[in-house]
């Protein structure tokens, strides 16, 4: 699967998000050209976040949070993973 886009309202502002399926099972998240995250639907349909640890960022690197100034300072909980899990399923069902 190829790489896509997603949008979600984060903090009152939209955000773009480029999403890299992975075979493994987990879509990695990307920001600002770096690995965020990674999220992964669990058995019980609900989207959680993976551990860093799990994450292979391949050729990118890991994003740092606070260096960046204008970026938003995005809070990597439960409630990012739903947000984000919800736009990779319609996103995913726009593509059938």
Not at 2 to 29: A, H, M, S, W
Request: avoid cysteine; charge should be negative.
């Amino acid at each position: 699967m190829d790489p896509f886009n997603i949008r979600i309202n984060y903090q009152e502002q939209d955000l773009t998000l480029t999403v890299l399926p992975g075979e493994n099972g987990y879509f990695k998240i990307i920001y600002y050209a770096a690995v965020l995250t990674a999220v992964q639907k669990n058995h019980v349909d609900d989207w959680k976040i993976v551990s860093k640890d799990a994450i292979e960022a391949g050729d990118l690197p890991f994003y740092i949070h606070g260096n960046h100034a204008e970026h938003l300072e995005l809070t990597l909980d439960e409630a990012f993973a739903q947000v984000v899990g919800s736009a990779i399923e319609l996103e995913l069902s726009q593509q059938d």
